[in-house]
């Protein structure tokens, strides 16, 4: 997969992810990028999962949408 040079987001991703500041994001870099992320999604997905049981309800995410701002 390519991602084109003028992709809204390829700027920020470099930024992002280039923790050495040379132009371009290798492997570890980007792997650190991805556990961070992974992370980040797993802590959203505690916080949606009110009752604990390893899923998400309907109403709990009714609830954490409402609750992000969301109008439904």
């Known amino acids: 997969m390519k991602i ?6 390829a700027e ?3 930024r992002v ?3 050495n500041s040379d132009g371009r994001v290798d492997y ?3 792997r ?3 556990d961070d992320k992974e992370l980040e999604l797993y802590r959203i997905f505690q916080d949606i999962d009110v ?3 390893g ?3 309907r109403r709990e995410l009714h609830d ?8 439904l």
Do not use: H, P, T
Not at 64 to 71: H, I, P, R, T
């Open 12 to 14: 920020e991703l470099l």
């Open 55 to 57: 899923g998400i309800e």
């Open 17 to 19: 992810c280039d923790a």
């Open 32 to 34: 650190k990028y991805m």
């Open 28 to 30: 570890e870099e980007f």
């Open 51 to 53: 009752v604990k049981d």
């Open 64 to 71: 954490a949408l409402v609750k992000s701002g969301m109008d």
């Open 4 to 9: 084109r040079s003028d992709y809204k987001y």
